[in-house]
């Protein structure tokens, strides 16, 4: 006489707590990691709370706990194609409300603005415009225009 256990395999659904290692490796930079967990703790995140990039919940969906996946992504299938409308020159006023260090600001910094409703917005700081009275910001995600590797470990699911 035989036995079978019934044993039921946990998936990621749309209201899943997960637990997981993830990796995102920027492919046109010769395999470069622009964020791991791997190397440390891993992450627990509530799916569908904006906790992770639409992407990668997108790909976690269905996912069995044990799985490890590996998906290489377009641009246009991670952060999306870059937008040149989206440098934009702000002026110095601005840049000064919540930036005392603005004189500091080199190429690459975060520059972070408080939006009217309360939000804050972030940009990348590119450079002053001719006469330092303001500068240029790129408000595309750093990741935007990049073809990405995005690599799954899911630990567990609740």
Not at 77 to 98: I, K, M, S
Not at 105 to 113: I, L, N, R, T
């Amino acid at each position: 006489m035989s036995t079978s256990e019934n044993q039921s395999t946990l998936t990621v659904s749309a209201s899943s707590h997960v637990t997981l290692h993830y990796r995102i490796t920027v492919l046109d930079e010769i395999l470069s990691d622009f964020l791991s967990t791997f190397e440390g703790n891993p992450a627990t995140v509530a799916i569908g709370q904006a906790q992770l990039a639409p992407f990668m919940e997108e790909r976690l969906l269905g996912l069995a706990e044990g799985t490890h996946e590996v998906f290489d992504l377009t641009a246009a299938q991670a952060f999306g194609d870059y937008n040149p409308d989206l440098r934009q020159e702000v002026g110095r006023g601005l840049l000064l409300e919540g930036n005392p260090q603005v004189d500091e600001f080199v190429q690459g910094d975060f520059v972070e603005f408080s939006m009217p409703n309360g939000y804050r917005m972030t940009g990348v700081f590119q450079d002053w415009n001719q006469d330092k009275s303001g500068a240029w910001i790129d408000f595309n995600h750093p990741l935007a225009g990049k073809a990405l590797r995005l690599e799954l470990k899911v630990i567990g699911v609740l």
